[in-house]
């Protein structure tokens, strides 16, 4: 008996812990800078179901022998030449297929939310050709958001649409709008706690008619059954040696708690990129989010 109230002690503190970090420097709202950058736009990534082409990727680069990962300045080989219709100048992105290399389920619904809005891609970067050969071309590499790699898929560059910040003040007590309400899924990387500036991924996209440019809320409720991996269960009406409600209230009869905003910048068929431009404390995954 002393060791599991020693346990559960320990295992409470760590909770309290966890969570005086994750709420400290919340207030006021933190906001990202506007306007938009072209690392925000470029290196934002994308989840989608309609995988890309795979034919055209990068073979090499300089210095194959002995470099294995291309960064701003470097120069790559890509598997098209004249004889596929390229030429000198012309613009590339670079992206990559990727996976949760953990596969660690942060809330109830994860794993199946992921699936839905389909494969992850991560913008790589952007190349510009400077020789073009039969059968190869080299390209430089103008934009890194990340290491370039031996096998990344390259197809060509297409400007995206820069959306701007809307001037309308953050206010966390709004009524829902009820308009295509979903949940932040994940973060850029798979991570699972966000602040403002950061990337995160929304199961709604153009398919439920969301745009460029559309701004979403973003929401959690309190006494909520589906807890996430961070909370211990009952922990919102019921806490070892910290009281307890008589009876556990319903979390639809409470006001819900509104964290944060967050613009789009891209849509896939059932997914939005969001990136997170106020945010009043950590924004999770498993939070929900609804069209402003």
């Given amino acids: 008996m002393p060791g599991r109230i020693g346990y559960r002690i ?16 919340s207030t006021p709202a933190q906001q990202a800078v506007s306007p938009l950058t072209e690392w925000d736009i470029y ?10 082409p795979q ?5 090499s680069g300089e210095n194959a022998s002995y470099m294995v990962a291309y960064f701003k300045g470097r120069d790559v080989f ?13 613009e590339f ?11 660690s389920k942060w809330f109830t619904w994860q794993p199946q939310l992921l699936r839905a809005m389909g494969t992850m891609y991560a913008d790589i970067g952007r190349v510009r050709v400077v020789s073009v050969q039969a059968k190869t071309s080299v390209a430089e590499v103008e934009l890194s958001c990340d ?10 560059f297409a400007a995206r649409p820069v959306p701007a910040f809307h001037d309308v003040k953050f206010d966390p007590l709004i009524a829902p709008t009820g308009r295509g309400r979903a949940m932040v899924v994940t ?8 602040s403002a500036g950061d990337i995160v991924y929304i199961n709604l996209g153009s398919a439920q008619g969301v745009q460029t440019g559309n701004y979403f809320l973003m929401f ?9 991996i961070y909370q211990v269960p009952r922990m919102a009406y019921q806490v070892y040696g910290l009281g307890s409600t008589p009876v556990p209230y319903e979390w639809n009869s409470l006001p819900r708690e509104v964290v944060g905003e967050g613009i789009v910048l891209r849509t896939g068929p059932n997914s939005s990129t969001v990136m997170v431009t106020t945010a009043r404390e950590v924004v999770m995954a498993g939070d929900y989010v609804e069209i402003e």
């Fill in 55 to 59: 034919n055209t990727y990068i073979i």
């Fill in 220 to 228: 959690r409720y309190q006494g909520a059954r589906n807890e996430s």
């Fill in 93 to 103: 992105e670079v992206i990559r297929p990727v996976r949760d290399p953990l596969k």
């Fill in 43 to 52: 290196c934002s990534g994308l989840a989608t179901t309609q995988a890309p």
């Fill in 187 to 194: 973060g850029k990387g798979y991570t699972n706690a966000v």
């Fill in 147 to 156: 290491m370039m790699q031996r096998g990344d898929l390259v197809r060509p």
């Fill in 78 to 90: 890509i598997n098209r030449g004249a004889a596929q219709g390229v030429q000198v100048g012309n």
């Fill in 10 to 25: 320990l295992k409470m503190g760590l909770i309290i812990g966890t969570g005086l970090l994750l709420g400290a420097g």
